[in-house]
Structure formats: structure tokens, C-alpha cells
């Protein structure tokens, strides 16, 4: 009887552990691999380092998906990521006022999520229309 009773118990432990850890792997998104390695060429290009809304490692991470707006004046640069089925994505993007001159990356149309680039106040200079329908239509 002892030894049903262990058994039992050693079965339900079992149990438990690997519901647990399926939970837990469900609630760990990671950001799209083509958008990470897209994420870090646009970093690079605009000469832009790691910091708590800009996170080149796990950029889906932190500010990016927590209750705070893109428009957060606490966070610039910044991105905001949308995520499910564990899978995240770049949604939005601001680097506003931070003197940023040059172009808009080509890496830029590997965010095929975003609905937001928030860029006022930098000194890009790229040619409006390929760029438009280089991006599909995203709203620059």
C-alpha cells in the first residue's frame, strides 16, 4: 500500500514538472530571427547602441513589450513588439530627435510588422517613392 502510494505521488510530481515547464516555454517569446538580425543592421547603420528600449540581444524584450507607449518620452531610441505563439515582431520603431543623418537602412523592409516609424527630427534623405514601394506601403 506504502508503495502505490509513492508511486503515486512520484507520478503526480512528474506530472506537474512537465506541465510546468510547457507552461513556462509557452510564456517565453523570442523575436522573429529575420527581424532580430534586421533589428541589428538598422542599429549598426544609425550607429545606435544597447540600452533599456533598445535591446540588440532580445530585442522583444523589456520596454519593448511592457504596458509603456511608443510615445513614452522616457524611452528614445525605442521599439514596441507584438507577440503570439511565442513568436514576436517589431511593430513600432521611434528614433526621434536624436540627430541620426543619412539613409533609412534597406534592413528597414525585414520588419514586415511594422505599422510605425516614428523618425521625426533626424536627417535621413532617401528618395519618398522607391522607398514607399520598397516597404509596401508602411506608414513612414
Known amino acids: ?58 530585442p522583444c524584450s523589456g520596454t519593448a513589450i511592457d504596458a509603456s507607449t511608443i510615445d513614452d518620452t522616457r524611452y528614445d531610441p525605442a521599439i514596441k513588439c507584438s507577440c503570439s505563439n511565442g513568436t514576436c515582431h517589431i511593430t513600432k520603431l521611434k528614433v526621434y530627435a536624436l540627430s541620426i543623418r543619412g539613409t533609412i537602412p534597406e534592413a528597414l523592409a525585414n520588419l514586415t510588422l511594422l505599422d510605425n516609424l516614428y523618425e521625426t527630427l533626424n536627417f535621413f534623405s ?6 514607399i514601394n520598397h516597404h509596401g506601403g508602411h506608414h513612414v
Not at 3 to 32: E, N
Not at 126 to 131: H, L
Request: overall charge negative; hydrophobic content about 45%.
Open 1 to 58: 500500500m506504502v508503495s502505490a502510494f509513492v508511486l503515486f505521488l512520484q507520478w503526480i510530481l512528474c506530472f506537474v514538472s512537465v506541465v510546468g515547464r510547457g507552461a513556462q516555454a509557452q510564456g517565453q517569446s523570442t523575436t522573429d530571427p529575420v527581424e532580430v538580425s534586421a533589428f541589428r543592421s538598422i542599429s549598426n547603420h544609425w550607429n545606435l547602441s544597447s540600452s533599456a528600449s533598445w535591446n540588440l540581444t532580445e
Open 126 to 131: 532617401f528618395n519618398i517613392i522607391s522607398t
